[in-house]
């Protein structure tokens, strides 16, 4: 009768362990409901031994996978304060390194593409260039493209700044030659337009001067050509 007892106690375990250890395998395994732990009474030794081990298992994947989703929401969300931390070792501290890695490329890359704009487009600080080591793919054709209207933007302003500052010394030679679009080429055309009239201005005014004042030249009058205004 013990024996018996013994026996049929034993399979009552055994049936409680195994369920509770695949109610918990499904759970975290399969439907994805993270957080279970396998709850079997009455048990020793070995069999507390698997259901510990079993909890620990569940347990740690439950933390792994729930600070993976709180950093790459956060990621989403953009906010790039946040990093992996829980403990894992194999794939998951693969995917942990990766996943930090992938923080500290996008605050790089968030951080110089800032730098950028702040220094060209707020402080008026040109040259500049976004610097962003170990990026590719996307990222690394959004730091180019960065790259790229930064040095548009400053080869266009320096030339408009060197023809008009040659214009205000009395310097008549230049003229914008960079590439332009939409209103950058509207004001390149329009600076354009204002050094040909200012030299038929200025070229009008010395042959009248000269004609009337050193060749004895009288009656001359300077045609200038659609001026207006003060000219």
Do not use: C, H, P, Y
């Not at 759970?27 to 709850?39: K, R």
């Not at 402080?123 to 790229?148: C, F, I, P, R, Y």
């Amino acid at each position: 009768l013990e024996l018996k007892n013994t026996i049929n106690t034993m399979v009552d375990q055994l049936n409680g362990f195994a369920s509770e250890v695949t109610r918990v395998a499904r759970e975290v395994g399969t439907e994805g409901n993270l957080g279970g732990q396998a709850e079997v009474r009455g048990i020793g030794g070995t069999w507390k031994d698997l259901t510990e081990n079993v909890n620990l298992m569940a347990g740690n994947l439950t933390g792994q996978v729930r600070n993976i989703a709180e950093v790459t929401t956060a990621v989403a969300n953009g906010d790039l304060s946040k990093k992996i931390t829980v403990e894992g070792q194999g794939e998951i501290l693969e995917l942990k390194n990766t996943i930090n890695t992938m923080v500290d490329q996008l605050n790089a890359f968030a951080s110089e593409v800032t730098r950028v704009a702040r220094e060209v487009g707020t402080e008026g600080k040109l040259g500049g260039q976004a610097e962003v080591a170990g990026v590719g793919g996307t990222w690394k054709d959004l730091t180019e493209n960065v790259n790229l209207m930064a040095g548009n933007l400053t080869g266009q302003v320096r030339n408009i700044a060197e023809v008009t500052t040659a214009v205000a010394n009395g310097d008549l030679s230049k003229k914008i030659t960079v590439e332009g679009e939409g209103e950058i080429l509207e004001l390149k055309n329009t600076i354009n337009t204002m050094v040909d009239q200012l030299n038929g201005f200025a070229s009008e005014v010395t042959r009248v001067a000269r004609e009337v004042g050193t060749e004895g030249k009288l009656g001359g009058q300077a045609q200038v050509k659609d001026v207006a205004g003060v000219w």
